[in-house]
């Protein structure tokens, strides 16, 4: 069993669609983390939230921490095909700081 | 400055074969981890190392994985005798604190394939 589920586990949409992925799980995390990998690299981190209904933008990404610390959102605005990759969201262990990470959700933006 | 950086980029092998893989971290980082994905599964954990001293290996699958950062600079991960079930993308990943925690940064990792 997996302490992080993402989904959609694929997803593809044309260019200017708007579109969400989530991260969920049953357990509390002080934080949590979104990567986004592109072929042949390794993940790149986007952002970390660490408060409870957090919001972060990053241009036209929008990420949020659910309320009570067991969820997070993904949000992209009118997607361009540069958005295309695998997108992770990953905690960090307090106790010896590995990261956890979900199995990732594919996403292609078509031109 | 140079990314974390890793070789082979793909490295084919029999079942059987030893193979062993290099990860460079960037200058100055001591903290070098090490992270496995298995095809159709998530990126998991193998093992920590703080400058030359492996501070968690936890996640090693068996004893057929030897890893070892001599000097605190670059970092082998040595698969031998390899297995089928090896098959997956390894990542190494080198951060800069000591204390706490602090961001990783991840190299392209190298895709071995046992067949």
């Known amino acids: 069993t997996q302490l992080l589920e993402q989904s959609p586990q694929f997803l593809s949409i044309q260019e200017g669609e708007n579109l969400t992925v989530y991260c969920n799980s049953s357990s509390v995390f002080s934080s949590l983390q979104w990567y986004r990998q592109e072929p042949g690299e390794g993940p790149v981190l986007l952002v970390t939230v660490v408060t409870g209904g957090e919001v972060k933008k990053l241009k036209r990404l929008t990420f949020q921490f659910g309320d009570a610390r067991k969820d997070s959102s993904l949000h992209i605005t009118a997607a361009q095909p540069g958005d295309t990759g695998l997108y992770l969201c990953?905690?960090?262990?307090?106790?010896?700081?590995?990261?956890?990470w979900g199995a990732g959700t594919k996403l292609i933006i078509k031109p | 400055e140079a990314g974390v950086t890793q070789f082979p980029s793909h490295s084919v092998i029999e079942k059987g074969q030893t193979v062993t893989l290099r990860c460079d971290p960037i200058s100055g980082h001591d903290n070098l981890y090490w992270y496995r994905r298995v095809m159709g599964k998530e990126i998991k954990f193998l093992l920590h190392?703080?400058?030359?001293?492996?501070?968690?290996e936890s996640g090693m699958p068996n004893n057929r994985f030897l890893a070892e950062r001599t000097g605190g600079t670059y970092s082998t991960l040595k698969v031998q005798p390899a297995e089928l079930e090896d098959s997956g993308v390894y990542f190494c990943?080198?951060?800069?604190?000591?204390?706490?925690?602090?961001?990783?940064?991840f190299g392209p990792g190298t895709r071995l394939t046992v067949l």
């Open positions: 190392f703080v400058k030359e001293s492996k501070q968690d």
């Open positions: 990943a080198s951060s800069q604190t000591l204390a706490g925690w602090d961001e990783q940064f």
């Open positions: 990953a905690v960090i262990m307090d106790s010896n700081y590995q990261l956890i």
